[in-house]
């Protein structure tokens, strides 16, 4: 389904983070819905390097783009001289950001503000230089334990990977102040949906329940967990936000999630339902209190109003939508 009326003949499209999560979604769905535009992943993809908490340096995987057919890079978005050919060999008409360390728990602050931060700024510079509109991944990490629902101008980040999210943010105001270009940043909530595998266990709870109950284990929830409550959006809204956002009435920075919050309980329920199974829930101590959003909401009546966003997908339909994938996964990678 197409979300903007331009067919995007001779338009050139950069999406960094291509092979991963969102990014590939995003390739994929330009690939089928805008087949005239010309596509160019960058990414890092995976290596074995890993970060002190064990976790991949990088997620970015293959197999996250078996059927697309437009250009890659394997690349560091940190190499000043791959950004300097990007600049002279390609005219980019739409920058679609998505690289990042997005590992919520990752402790190297100083590799976390220079990619996340720094290497954002070089690319905002190759915007400004190709006259390329900016559409870029913030986070709701932006806003640690705010209130919610959680608004734009109450941050309160509480990891360096929110800091760095809101640093972007920052960077992100001042560029709409001093240039041209249209900047938009999109606050994604908990995003969950086909192609979130291979970020292993930051992978969303959707996709890790799912596969507890297709290996028969019963499922492990933390106490109370009727009541931790987040604001789960699914990828296909993150996608429609990021096409409306190629279009959006002014720069500015939007959240993206459904402006409800579901419990953790409800996804596994729904998930029960879904794939017909009455396992009991275990119920364990949650080692987090005291660090732990236990309530995230996305306030998006600025979202609707810029950018004519309107989620599609309560979790009811974003599960059901998913869970063909969640067991495709589960046979051809898990078992
Ligand atoms: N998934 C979520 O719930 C969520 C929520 C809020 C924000 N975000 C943000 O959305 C964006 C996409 O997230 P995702 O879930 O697809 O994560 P992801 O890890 O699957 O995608 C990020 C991609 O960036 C690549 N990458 C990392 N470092 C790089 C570098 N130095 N140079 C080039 N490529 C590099 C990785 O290989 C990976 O493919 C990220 O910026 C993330 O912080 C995601």
């Known amino acids: 389904m197409r979300y903007i009326e331009d067919d995007l003949t001779n338009k050139t499209i950069l999406i960094t983070g291509g092979a991963g999560f969102i990014g590939s979604n995003l390739a994929l769905y330009f690939q089928e819905n805008h087949p005239a535009a010309k596509i160019v992943v ?35 978005i940190n190499d000043k001289d791959l950004l300097l050919d990007l600049e002279i060999n390609y005219k980019f008409d739409y920058i679609f950001h998505e690289a990042a360390i997005s590992d919520t728990t990752a402790l190297e602050q100083d590799l976390m503000i220079k990619t996340n931060v720094n290497a954002y700024k070089d690319l905002l510079d190759l915007a400004v230089a190709h006259d390329a509109n900016m559409i870029y991944a913030s986070s709701a990490a932006t806003y640690g334990n705010a209130e919610s629902p959680q608004r734009v101008g109450r941050e309160a980040p509480n990891n360096v990977y929110g800091f760095s999210k809101l640093s972007m943010d920052n960077l992100s105001r001042q560029y709409m102040e001093t240039s041209d270009i249209s900047i938009v940043g999109l606050r994604y909530f908990n995003v969950y ?43 296909g809204d993150i996608i429609q936000a990021n096409i409306k956002a190629m279009k959006p ?29 009455s396992f009991e829930c275990e119920y364990i ?51």
């Open 285 to 335: 101590p949650n080692p987090f209190i005291g660090s732990y959003q236990f309530h995230t909401e996305a306030d998006i009546t600025t979202t609707k109003e810029a950018l004519g966003y309107e989620p599609a997908y309560e979790m009811e339909d974003g599960i059901k939508a998913y869970v063909g994938e969640i067991k495709r996964i589960y046979e051809s990678e898990v078992k």
């Open 193 to 235: 949906g086909a192609g979130e595998y291979f970020k292993n266990s930051t992978a969303s709870m959707i996709l890790q329940f799912g596969h507890q109950l297709l290996s028969g284990k019963n499922p492990r929830l933390f106490e109370n967990s009727d009541k931790i409550l987040r604001d789960f959006i699914y990828v």
């Open 42 to 76: 960058l990414d890092s993809f995976r290596s074995g390097e890993t970060l002190s908490n064990g976790n991949l340096k990088s997620f970015g995987h293959f197999k996250n783009l078996i059927g697309f057919r437009g250009e890659i890079i394997s690349g560091d």
């Open 249 to 277: 009435k002014e720069s500015g920075i939007y959240n993206v999630g459904t402006g409800k919050a579901r419990s953790f309980q409800d996804i596994v329920d729904i998930l029960q339902k879904e794939l017909g199974t």
